[in-house]
């Protein structure tokens, strides 16, 4: 696994080689560090040094994400043994603190893609929930749990085609922007759409987008980038409020 940071400018400063590592995703820690979320965790000082490394289990399954919580360790989702989506809770030196992963009565092939800690300490997943008397039909799911993982309600929503919530875009206090993925059977080319949701999962806002990538910035404006062709990739920026009139 190769890392490697940019200036503001696209020019190499520094990089980092970790063997025997495959990489899903990584996050800033609190302290400035690095967490590399993958076949292990591992956690990076600012200088890339290696603090320190969980490999008790392998992490890597479609879709999984880490999280970082609101003041202290983080959180990992995706799926346990293929069926029932995983909740585990983790301190900042990478000890499980719990795992919990009894979020549907049928479970059929249920995925996390996506967390994010609440102001209430509980956790906000969204991902994919099959069920076994249509298991061709592919549904999005949501999860609200408690600050120990446990279920206080969960949501299931979608048509014929298959969906899933992949992927938190912003989040804020009752105010939650997703990127949800629509495709096969009845709908072969595969869509993104936006999604808006309140804290107790309605929807407040959709709309279908070609876009690429939609980062947060630190300046409270989104940069979107949409691909137009096989080589052109346009880049903007729109403030929140104007995310779902364009």
């Known amino acids: 696994?190769?890392?490697?940071?940019?200036?503001?400018?696209?020019?190499?400063?520094?990089?980092?080689?970790?063997?025997?590592?495959?990489l899903l995703s990584v996050i800033r820690t609190n302290d400035d560090g690095?967490?590399?979320?993958?076949?292990?965790?591992?956690?990076?000082?600012?200088?890339f040094s290696k603090e320190w490394e969980n490999s008790d289990q392998n992490?890597?399954?479609?879709?999984?994400?880490?999280?970082?919580m609101n003041k202290n360790g983080f959180a990992i989702t995706g799926t346990w043994s293929g069926k029932q989506v995983l909740l585990q809770k983790f301190n900042d030196?990478?000890?499980?603190q719990w795992s919990k992963n009894s979020y549907n009565k049928q479970p059929f092939n249920d995925l996390g893609y996506d967390v994010r800690q609440l102001s209430d300490k509980g956790f906000l997943i969204i991902g994919r929930t099959r069920d076994l008397i249509e298991p061709w039909d592919m549904n999005c799911f949501l999860i609200?749990?408690?600050?120990?993982?446990?279920?206080?309600?969960?949501?299931?929503?979608?048509?014929?085609?298959?969906?899933?919530?992949?992927?938190?875009?912003?989040?804020?206090?009752n105010d939650f922007i997703i990127k949800e993925t629509v495709g096969y059977p009845?709908?072969?080319?595969?869509?993104?759409?936006?999604?808006?949701?309140?804290?107790?999962?309605q929807t407040?806002?959709?709309?279908?987008?070609?876009?690429?990538?939609?980062?947060?910035?630190?300046?409270?404006?989104?940069?979107?980038?949409?691909?137009?062709?096989?080589?052109?990739?346009?880049?903007?920026?729109v403030q929140l409020n104007d995310l779902f009139s364009q």
């Open 1 to 22: 696994m190769l890392i490697v940071t940019l200036d503001k400018f696209g020019n190499e400063k520094t990089k980092t080689e970790l063997e025997h590592t495959s």
């Open 34 to 47: 690095y967490l590399l979320f993958g076949s292990k965790l591992i956690k990076l000082n600012s200088d």
């Open 59 to 68: 992490y890597v399954f479609s879709g999984a994400s880490v999280s970082p």
């Open 93 to 96: 030196n990478g000890v499980l």
């Open 144 to 173: 609200r749990t408690n600050m120990a993982g446990d279920t206080i309600w969960t949501k299931k929503f979608g048509t014929e085609s298959n969906e899933w919530l992949e992927k938190f875009l912003y989040a804020a206090e």
């Open 186 to 201: 009845n709908d072969p080319i595969q869509k993104s759409i936006l999604i808006r949701i309140d804290g107790n999962g």
């Open 204 to 237: 407040i806002d959709s709309k279908e987008t070609s876009l690429l990538k939609l980062l947060y910035t630190t300046s409270g404006n989104f940069v979107k980038v949409v691909k137009t062709g096989d080589d052109i990739m346009t880049f903007s920026r």
